[in-house]
């Protein structure tokens, strides 16, 4: 089993920045890719980014691409997104998930999930 903990979220005015982060606990996620999804407010949940387990390779969905860089350290089982230019639309509660696909942008791919972390940009 595989436990995520987001932290980091929070309220921020548009154009500012926020640094979500993912700690695991329990096995590893050093063999897992590791991604971000997030729910607005009334929507479905949808992909962000995603980081193949050697963090050598990324994707992005293409609303947040030249915004948002995802990034992960192995050794501290973190995962994080650094989030620019945010956008009211950014607004959502965050999730971060570990999948035993290498670069997964689909939510059934993924086997555990955080409990997520609430973004709020005001406009």
């Known amino acids: 089993q595989v436990q995520l903990v987001e932290s980091g979220g929070g309220l921020v005015q548009a154009g500012g920045s926020l640094r979500l982060s993912c700690v695991a606990s329990?096995?590893?996620?050093?063999?897992?890719?590791m991604g971000w999804f997030r729910q607005p407010p009334g929507k479905e949940r949808e992909f962000v980014a995603a980081?193949?387990?050697?963090?050598?390779?990324?994707y992005y969905a293409d609303f947040v691409k030249g915004r948002f860089t995802i990034s992960r350290d192995n050794a501290k089982n973190t995962v994080t997104l650094q989030m620019n230019s945010l956008k009211p639309e950014d607004t959502a509660v965050y999730y971060c998930?570990?999948?035993?696909?290498?670069?997964?942008?689909?939510?059934?791919?993924?086997?555990?999930w955080g409990q997520g972390t609430q973004v709020t940009v005001s406009s």
């Open positions: 329990g096995r590893t996620v050093r063999n897992y890719g």
């Open positions: 998930a570990a999948s035993s696909q290498i670069l997964a942008a689909v939510s059934t791919l993924y086997n555990y």
């Open positions: 980081i193949s387990w050697s963090g050598d390779s990324t």
